[in-house]
Every structure is written in structure tokens, then in C-alpha cells.
């Protein structure tokens, strides 16, 4: 038995817009979009993320608020200058943690934090 990668599934107030913010701002690509069963898959290299759609868009920032997804990567400091260069919103910058790692937080327009993140070396 192994298990496979998690992917995190979040909520979005309108898939179309959330779309574009991925792709403009962080790079994803669209995998698939389903707009009668509101539905999105993105993916960057081995990432993927899947939103669905909530109500309406209030309702999509009040759950937004509490949902995140942890992204690891390869030499975070590169990925760090796309983001600047593609005037990404940063909630904070790229930042040594005690825990050990070196993140940046992102979030979309719904509130989701998206943060990325590698070991630091020593």
C-alpha cells in the first residue's frame, strides 16, 4: 500500500476568477475548469490544487479565511522573485521560520493562504 500526494481542495466565490489570479499572479495552469458543477483543477509542476465553488462570494471569503495549502519547493528564493516580478500579494515575504523552514504566504482573492516553503540549510 502507498499513499498518493494530498491535494487540497478550497473554496472559491467564482472559479473563473480564481482561475486567473493562479495563473497570472502564481503561474498554475488550468487543468480543467467545470462551470456547471463548479469545479477547478490548477496545477504547477508536481502541485495541484482543486476549488470548488461556494454560494457566493461573501461566503467564499468568510471560509476562505480559515483554509490554507502548503506547498513545498525547490529553491524557494527563485520562486520568491517570479512572484515579486509578477506583483503577486504577498501576506508576508520570504521569511526564515523557527520551525526550521523558509516560506512566503500568499493569499488569493478569497482568503485562501497559499504558502510555499523549503527546509532551511544549514
Known sequence: MKLGKGIPQLPSGNIEA???????????????IFPDHGHLILTRD????HFWSTENEAHARTIGSDSSCY????NVSELYEE?????????YELTEQPWGMVEMQI???YGNAIRFGEPVVK
Do not use: S
Open 18 to 32: 480564481t482561475a486567473e489570479f493562479f495563473q497570472i499572479k502564481l503561474g498554475f495552469n488550468v487543468e480543467a
Open 46 to 49: 508536481d502541485a495541484e490544487i
Open 71 to 74: 506547498i513545498r519547493v525547490e
Open 83 to 91: 512572484l515579486k516580478e509578477r506583483e503577486a500579494p504577498f501576506r
Open 107 to 109: 493569499d488569493d482573492p
